[in-house]
């Protein structure tokens, strides 16, 4: 089955950068959609910023001016640089792959999620 190891959480002070880094193996067929979400505490689970097989990148409103989502094809891994750290950002962020696999339908898998705390 698809894994997912995520790296590159931890803990900054507002302004500063992280880089996380998630790398995919396994039976993957064709990766449709590869990505980041992140929920903090007491919220719902939301869209950082993905890309996909067929429109490209997509970012949430908040973090596109400061966020950027990066991918090397052939080592199935996507990089997501968080510049302009806020408070606001902190949470677990999670990896996530849609695996186009028509005789099964649509797959999704999930890292364990990396803790990203940003204070001072």
């Known amino acids: 089955q698809v894994q997912l190891v995520e790296s590159g959480g931890g803990l900054v002070q507002p302004g500063e950068s992280l880089r996380l880094s998630c790398t995919a193996s396994?039976?993957?067929?064709?990766?449709?959609?590869m990505g980041w979400y992140r929920q903090a505490p007491g919220k719902q689970r939301e869209l950082v910023a993905s890309?996909?097989?067929?429109?490209?990148?997509n970012y949430a409103d908040s973090v596109k001016d400061r966020f950027t989502i990066s991918r090397d094809i052939a080592k199935n891994t996507v990089f997501l640089q968080m510049n302009s750290l806020k408070p606001e950002d902190t949470a677990v962020y999670y990896c996530?792959?849609?695996?186009?696999?028509?005789?099964?339908?649509?797959?999704?898998?999930w890292g364990q999620g990396t803790q990203v705390t940003v204070s001072s």
């Open positions: 996530h792959l849609r695996d186009e696999v028509t005789t099964e339908g649509d797959l999704d898998y």
């Open positions: 396994g039976n993957i067929y064709s990766i449709y959609d």
């Open positions: 890309v996909n097989k067929y429109t490209g990148a």
